[in-house]
């Protein structure tokens, strides 16, 4: 095959053709949208209370990483035997397996974490007798418990999602090459899995990141917390834009950090 | 002590016909919200695969701002943001105006324009999967742009964008529990009131996320005879 059959894309027309217009005004209007709210920043620009509230952003932006940090690992570790029993064979395991994924992804994480924030008060005789009453009094406990039974639904549906889109060909030759199930699981399928799961694990970060701002509502002070306390105490609108940069900043950061990975690790796929 | 069933009734010692009003507010919002979403999502998706750098640039600089920051974040930008902006724009003309804003509006604005981001991408990969033919096809046979858009691109567009929209939707159908947060009274609220009232926070909340399941199923229900209507469409061709 020779590089001259390659067409060149045509040119693009010259001028001023209807959608260039449009493209330029859209523009126009974004960079002025953008400017108007930098613009307002910096008339609103207020340093004692810059002083007084930043501190409670920092310590916020830490509760918020620390929430969705402890959740994902947990859930990572609880979506293991999730995923196994949804790919067993047993009717009974795999059907229970299937109940929980489809009630966590099914209903709202806000539901969730208010079943059990308010919900556990129900249960507390029987919670002070095995004395984890203490555990789910505090509100960042629930919302580590709510969003880590969350995320395992969601990541146990991935996991087997990238562990069955290996072809079963692997599994027959690590058993001709004598290999045990469970070498065959860890060196052969697995890295071949996660090259397919990274993008959604990458995906469900973003999403618990974004999500762990509903734990602001029962009075847990993350980034969200934080931002509705300050606008509670001051009424001034910029403690909400400064929340949307912060987190527009951060979900960014991670969706390049995944697309960098991505390309890192499957190098050898490129020819 | 009531027994549950007697919180679970209708009428003044239950709440059910309360949490059943709560069920109709988060369906009417789900489903005033849908078109918006398509529609907008739509215009973003033509956008972006346009030929044109700066249409692109447009509707990528919408995904990224829309998609990037928490729901319940542009919920209350949205609610708190229209109610000061209206307000200044209103002293202007009687100082002592005092604004509020509908929280089933904003809540249908916020909710939309997430959607719409996301379904601007389901959108815009369906595009992609169009094979180029399709068009050059149209204009061989002389069809108008519009035309070839209309008759030609859209009947397999959708059929393409169907799984994704249907996830959107249940998206969309779960995140209409955030506006409980801004004092609309759907499910979530109802629910909520209930259990502060009668002190069985488990129950009530319990049922609410049946409800919010229920829906979920009800709603896969829907989209199964949707794509099976479609796809009887597809064999006819």
């Known amino acids: 095959m020779s590089v001259a059959a390659i067409d060149r894309p045509p040119a693009l027309p010259r001028g001023w053709p209807r959608q260039r217009i449009l493209g330029y005004a859209l523009v126009c209007l974004w960079i002025a949208f953008l400017a108007g709210i930098a613009a307002y920043l910096i008339l609103a620009w207020n340093g004692e209370l810059f002083a007084k509230y930043a501190p409670g952003y920092v310590s916020g932006l830490g509760i918020t990483l620390l929430l969705v940090a402890i959740s994902i690992v947990l859930g990572a570790i609880l979506s293991v035997p999730i995923a196994y029993a949804r790919m067993s064979k047993n009717r009974v395991l795999s059907g229970l397996a299937y109940a929980y994924v489809y009630f966590f992804r099914g209903t709202p994480l806000l539901a969730q974490t208010f079943l059990i924030y308010y919900g556990v008060g129900s249960f507390r005789p029987q919670l002070e007798m095995v004395g984890l009453w203490g555990f789910f009094r505090e509100a960042f406990n629930c919302a580590i418990f709510a969003f880590s039974l969350n995320t395992a639904a969601y990541q146990a549906e991935i996991l087997r999602g990238a562990i069955q889109s290996v072809p079963r060909g692997q599994w027959e030759g690590a058993a001709s090459l004598g290999l045990h199930k469970l070498q065959t699981m860890w060196k052969v399928i697995l890295p071949q899995a996660l090259i397919v799961a990274l993008r959604p694990y990458g995906n469900e970060i973003i999403l618990m990141i974004k999500g762990s701002a509903i734990v602001a509502i029962i009075t847990v002070y993350d980034l969200m917390g934080i931002t509705k306390l300050t606008y509670s105490r001051t009424f001034d609108f910029q403690s909400y834009v400064w929340a949307a940069i912060i987190y527009l900043i951060i979900v960014e950061i991670l969706r390049h950090a995944v697309e960098w990975i991505e390309r890192r690790i499957t190098i050898h796929l490129h020819r | ?237």
């Open chain 2, 1 to 237: 002590m009531q027994s549950v069933w007697t919180l679970l009734s209708w009428g003044p010692e239950g709440w059910l016909d309360d949490i059943a009003y709560g069920v109709f507010i988060t369906v009417s919002l789900a489903a005033a919200t849908l078109p918006v979403g398509l529609v907008i999502g739509f215009l973003v998706a033509l956008a972006k695969q346009s030929d044109e750098p700066s249409l692109r640039l447009a509707g990528n600089i919408y995904t990224t701002i829309f998609r990037g920051l928490p729901e319940l974040l542009t919920l209350f930008i949205i609610f708190y943001g229209a109610q000061i902006g209206i307000q200044q724009v209103m002293r202007l003309y009687d100082p002592t105006a005092a604004v509020e804003v509908n929280a089933f509006v904003s809540g249908m604005i916020a909710l939309g324009v997430v959607f719409s981001s996301y379904a601007s991408e389901v959108f815009l990969s369906a595009f992609r999967a169009i094979p180029k033919g399709q068009y050059e096809g149209g204009y061989s046979v002389g069809l108008s742009g519009w035309q070839t858009m209309r008759l030609v691109v859209l009947p397999q567009l959708i059929r393409i964008a169907l799984p994704g929209l249907a996830n959107l939707w249940l998206i969309l159908l779960k995140d209409t529990a955030l506006v409980s947060a801004i004092g609309l009274t759907d499910i979530l609220r109802q629910a909520g009131v209930a259990a502060r009232v009668t002190k069985h926070a488990f129950l009530f909340f319990g049922v609410a996320a049946l409800i919010y399941l229920l829906l979920a199923i009800i709603s896969s229900f829907g989209i199964n005879a949707i794509e099976r209507a479609v796809s009887r469409q597809q064999v006819q061709r």
